[in-house]
T-cell receptor
Framework: DAKTTQPPSMDCAEGRAANLPCNHS???????VYWYRQIHSQGPQYIIH???NNETNEMASLIITEDRKSSTLILPHATLRDTAVYYC??????????FGGGTRVLVKP | GAVVSQHPSRVICKSGTSVKIECRSL??????MFWYRQFPKQSLMLMAT?????????EQGVEKDKFLINHASLTLSTLTVTSAHPEDSSFYIC??????????????FGPGTRLTVL
């Protein structure tokens, strides 16, 4: 599965949009980009996934570049409860999820 | 969304005893479940893949005789930590793969079980 690179940490302001970048320059054509987050002492929570097209659900939007080498997860209006570690994972169907270090996001009042 | 439960959420046991952790998919059937372990300030590490009706597949370095996995139904997988030792103390998390229509290949995670071995 594709290796992904994320900044180790970032801060964002409550009420503002949080834009979380992820590089996956070696992603192959059949690999999806998955985003999960883990709030302290809880199991990871599925956020969204996509292949080529941008995706949006009730939690977030996923913007994937045309060359698929990078993507951005957008939390439109960050709240304090969005403080968590966010994981970007490249995975083909049927393969295992492999977690990297993720981005530690701190939403500040 | 799909819900996965784990039981117990927290367990404390004495060294040398065995502990069983249950993972259930509550509103979907899961032919495949996964077991992860997470140490403090580290990321999740996959331990094994649990397949309904067949033997589990273990990741390199994970002792299959120590971490027994049983996936007897489409909604239940169990992980038994046998002869637990203090170094087995960790956060154990399961996930279940939902291959239902419209869900693609998404895995949903349980809330985790905190194991402390004294």
């Amino acid at each position: 599965d594709a290796k992904t690179t994320q900044p180790p940490s970032m801060d964002c302001a409550e009420g503002r949009a949080a834009n979380l970048p992820c590089n996956h320059s070696t992603i192959s054509g059949n690999e999806y980009v998955y985003w999960y987050r883990q709030i302290h002492s809880q199991g990871p929570q599925y956020i969204i996934h996509g292949l080529k097209n941008n995706e949006t659900n009730e939690m977030a939007s996923l913007i994937i570049t045309e060359d698929r080498k990078s993507s951005t997860l957008i939390l439109p209006h960050a709240t304090l409860r969005d403080t968590a570690v966010y994981y970007c994972i490249g995975k083909a169907a049927g393969n295992k999820l492999t977690f990297g270090g993720g981005t530690r996001v701190l939403v500040k009042p | 969304g799909a819900v996965v439960s784990q039981h117990p959420s927290r367990v404390i046991c004495k060294s040398g005893t065995s502990v069983k952790i249950e993972c259930r998919s509550l509103d979907f059937q899961a032919t495949t479940m996964f077991w992860y372990r997470q140490f403090p300030k580290q990321s999740l590490m996959l331990m094994a893949t649990s397949n309904e009706g067949s033997k589990a597949t273990y990741e390199q370095g994970v002792e299959k005789d120590k971490f027994l996995i049983n996936h007897a139904s489409l909604t239940l997988s169990t992980l038994t930590v046998t002869s637990a030792h203090p170094e087995d103390s960790s956060f154990y998390i399961c996930s279940a793969r939902d291959r239902g229509p419209g869900n693609g290949d998404t895995q949903y995670f349980g809330p985790g079980t905190r194991l402390t071995v004294l």
